[in-house]
């Protein structure tokens, strides 16, 4: 009778610590990709959506075109959105960040708009009459009056771009998503999950993180809710 490997390893088991022992610097590798990823996505989305809105918010005739564009790239499916890029950019981690940037636009424009369009129009016509010039209110008004909304569609944003980082696997750029796509085509069972788990870890950390800084930032909401 053959005796069973004591290893998990050699077992193959789902939970191994020894995979943990053993793998922890390839882990560490992928988890430091991850972020990386996803943060310069968010980043530049953020930097892209936030003239977006106001361009939106400041010609009404530009809100339906800039909505439009963003829903529809949203709808483009991850596979063909990296294919449409791939010409511009080859295998590389730029291809996977700017298709992650572009799917948060529509996210990241549709509440930074919404946020703007909610400051109430005798706060606007108040700073006006005391003064403020277009950049001025926007700045010190408008903007600091939308972020709840701003932090709620960032916060989607971010944790929507930590699942789709693993996307850039089939491009060899996915994070955590280069080992789940290895250990799935090698049935390797603790990588696979061990990869996962740290993904869904990784997207409830930035949620929890980003709503402290929202809180933080806006206490006068926290004081008109109590």
């Known amino acids: 009778m053959t005796t069973p490997p004591d290893d998990c390893l050699a077992r193959n088991e789902w939970i191994c610590g020894a995979y943990l022992r053993t793998r922890r610097h390839i882990l560490l590798d992928a988890v430091l990709q991850h972020l990386q990823l996803v943060t310069a996505s968010v980043v530049i989305g953020l930097l892209v959506a936030v003239p977006l809105a106001v361009l939106a918010r400041r010609m009404r005739r530009a809100a339906a075109p800039v909505l439009g564009v963003t829903t529809v790239l949203y709808t483009i499916p991850s596979l063909a959105m990296f294919s449409l890029l791939l010409p511009l950019y080859g295998?590389?981690?730029?291809?996977?960040?700017?298709?992650?940037?572009?799917?948060?636009?529509?996210?990241?424009?549709?509440?930074?708009?919404?946020?703007?369009?909610a400051v109430p129009e005798e706060t606007r016509q108040a700073a006006l009459g005391m003064g403020y010039g277009p950049i001025r209110l926007l700045l010190t008004v408008e903007l600091p009056l939308a972020l709840p909304a701003a932090m709620a569609g960032l916060r989607i944003a971010t944790v929507s771009s930590v699942s789709l980082v693993t996307v850039g696997a089939v491009v060899g750029f996915g994070g955590l998503g280069n080992l789940i796509y290895a250990g799935m085509n090698t049935y390797?069972?603790?990588?696979?999950?061990?990869?996962?788990?740290?993904?869904?870890?990784?997207?409830?950390?930035?949620?929890?993180?980003?709503?402290?800084?929202?809180?933080?930032?806006?206490p006068w909401a926290r004081a008109r809710s109590r």
């Not at 981690?93 to 703007?116: K, Q």
């Not at 390797?188 to 709503?211: N, P, R, Y």
């Open 188 to 218: 390797f069972k603790a990588q696979v999950l061990t990869a996962s788990v740290l993904c869904v870890l990784i997207a409830v950390a930035a949620d929890v993180l980003l709503l402290a800084v929202q809180r933080l930032a806006t």
């Open 91 to 117: 295998l590389s981690a730029t291809l996977v960040v700017t298709g992650l940037a572009l799917y948060s636009l529509t996210l990241l424009v549709r509440n930074i708009l919404a946020g703007l369009r």
